[in-house]
């Protein structure tokens, strides 16, 4: 009994302090906290859609705005905040003892081959891990029936914006922070590695999922200043300059830009994911040879090209987004979040499906795909 009222303590304890935490964050604005970035990020990627469209016939609040907009604040703040840190000690915790137990004493943390590495490796090495565990797990997501209804919720856009980023069902906050977590635990990234990773693949997701169009030239520039800076700044225990001058300083970036522009610039869109490739993944109709989805990248595009799963056919600037069945989908947050628990049948699955005999008028439509998108 002892033994669960540790893990109770410890699961009670993560919640209240980081709901302390959190209530900090939204009265103290600054640049170090989640909530501030949240609407920076959000911001910048509005008024380039407002500036440079891509779909200049989409309105500028488009279908769904102001659902996203609450999702948004629902699922980036509260939920992946409070139900990461709160769960993650639970996971820490009984990962650690469990680990012990069955070794008779092997400690994980302290054998944790990242420790004592300078920050921008373990930065590096979080973000990279972690995506690719993203990637499996929004696999699992299409592959599996059971998740597939939750995760509908996101493919319900019909008409993309970046806040479409965050409109996910809160299922899908618990299937991926649990098993991106044991990773990240076992590489021992800590919350504050978390956050900057975490911010990094924020502006990434609203880029995927923005009404904008960007050369790789000008991603690659924007990717060398950020490296550039922290070069110039010494930031994230890069000791490369040592006291630098204004002068090196600002050479450093203009170079780092150049660099990334110039020479990053061609592979970009091959390394990273980007709107051109993400509006493929929200395609309502998807080939028979990828009728589970294609381009599963979050951040990263490389993984889709690895295991073969990219699709660019043509400029899918125009496509028809949802899935089959989109038309009969939830409207609202409540319902939504909801779906999966209520409201999906078999039938309904039958009729995605297209299979024979549920048209109800028996003719053959041509625009009802054989398979259904997931
Ligand atoms: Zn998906
Ligand atoms: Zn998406």
């Known amino acids: 009994m002892n033994f669960i009222m540790k893990y109770w303590d410890i699961f009670v304890e993560g919640y209240s302090s980081y709901s302390s935490y959190l209530w900090y964050e939204i009265t103290h604005p600054g640049w170090h906290n989640y909530f501030y970035w949240l609407l920076v990020v959000s911001a910048f990627f509005f008024i380039l859609e407002l500036a440079t469209p891509w779909r200049k016939d989409q309105p500028k609040f488009r279908k769904d705005f102001w659902l996203d907009f609450f ?49 921008w490796l373990i930065l590096i090495v979080g973000f990279l891990v972690r995506d690719f565990v993203q990637w499996w797990v929004h696999r699992l997501l299409h592959r599996s029936d059971f998740l597939w209804e939750f995760h509908k919720v996101h493919h319900s856009v019909q008409q993309m914006g970046f806040a479409a ?124 040879e990828h009728r589970y989805g294609v381009n599963f990248g979050l951040t990263l595009a490389c993984w889709d090209y690895i295991f073969g799963t990219a699709y660019i056919p043509y400029n899918g600037r125009d496509i028809r987004l949802g899935f089959p069945g989109v038309e009969t989908f939830p409207e609202g947050f409540v319902s939504q979040n909801l779906h999966g628990f209520v409201g999906a049948n078999k039938e309904e699955r ?21 398979s259904s998108v997931k």
Request: aromatic letters at 12%; glycine letters at 12%.
């Open 71 to 119: 999702y948004m604040f629902f699922n980036f703040f509260l939920f992946s905040l409070i139900i990461y840190n709160a769960a993650s000690d639970v996971v820490v915790n009984l990962f650690n003892d469990g680990i012990k137990a069955i070794t008779g004493g092997f400690d994980l943390q302290a054998n944790n081959p990242l420790n004592g590495a300078p920050l």
């Open 350 to 370: 039958v009729m995605e499906n297209g299979l024979p005999g549920v048209s109800g008028n028996g003719t053959t439509k041509d625009d009802v795909p054989t």
């Open 165 to 288: 980023h965050l409109r996910y069902h809160w299922m899908e906050n618990v299937v991926y922070r649990s098993l991106e977590y044991i990773p990240l635990a076992l590489l021992g990234i800590g919350l504050y590695d978390f956050f900057i990773i975490h911010i990094f693949t924020l502006a990434v997701g609203h880029y995927n999922h923005s009404n904008i169009t960007v050369p790789g030239y000008v991603t690659g520039g924007v990717l060398g200043l950020l490296v550039g800076l922290v070069i110039a700044t010494g930031g994230f225990d890069v000791n490369l300059l040592q006291d630098p001058s204004m002068g090196v300083q600002f050479a450093t970036v203009a170079g780092s830009v150049a660099v990334g522009s110039l020479l990053v610039g061609p592979f970009m869109k091959k390394i990273f994911n980007s709107p051109e490739m993400h509006i493929w993944h929200h395609s309502y109709d998807l080939p028979e």
